[in-house]
């Protein structure tokens, strides 16, 4: 759990008493490859730090099945909606590989604004670095080719490209998996 304290004083700026104060909420999840963390319809009252290993954001529609994000080691996964708002979740969110999360559940989360003095502070932060990184993906899809998208989303994680089906890139960069695995080509050649 020290990686978690770690990620929550840098990242939110908070000092290691309140960072440990936060951390004792969260309970280890360990969850199978292909095992669901979420399911689309539900309400996902639950956020959790990814501490080994791929958790998936997706959404299968009648004609294809879209990934919004795959989380890597490090990084955070929840449907924001569901944890702030408790709105049924728009995504599915599954183990890509066998993984060890630390989850809070929501109404832990909404109990720490009495626990941290400066809490909204800190939660404001939490979400506009959330709503920067949904600026940036659109930022570039809108304005980069397929193959500056593969490339930064690469320069981004190298590991997502060793351990995630490439379908799942594909969507995620949105282009067919036939261009992703002609960039992919060009790239290795």
Known sequence: MSELVQYIESQLGISKSD???IATLFKEVKLSKG???CHSGDRCEKLAFVHSGFVRLFKQTETKEITQWVTPKGGFV????GLLFK???RWDIQALTDCELYAIGGSDYRSLGDQVSNWQAIEKQFIASCFVTLENRVFSHLSL????RYDQLFSY???LFKYVPQQYLASMLG???ETFSRIRAKKIS
């Open 157 to 159: 994680n190298q590991d």
């Open 175 to 177: 282009m067919s998996p």
């Open 145 to 148: 080719n397929a193959e500056e």
């Open 19 to 21: 960072a440990d104060r």
């Open 78 to 81: 929840t449907d924001l909606s």
């Open 35 to 37: 095992e669901f963390f």
């Open 87 to 89: 709105t049924p979740s």
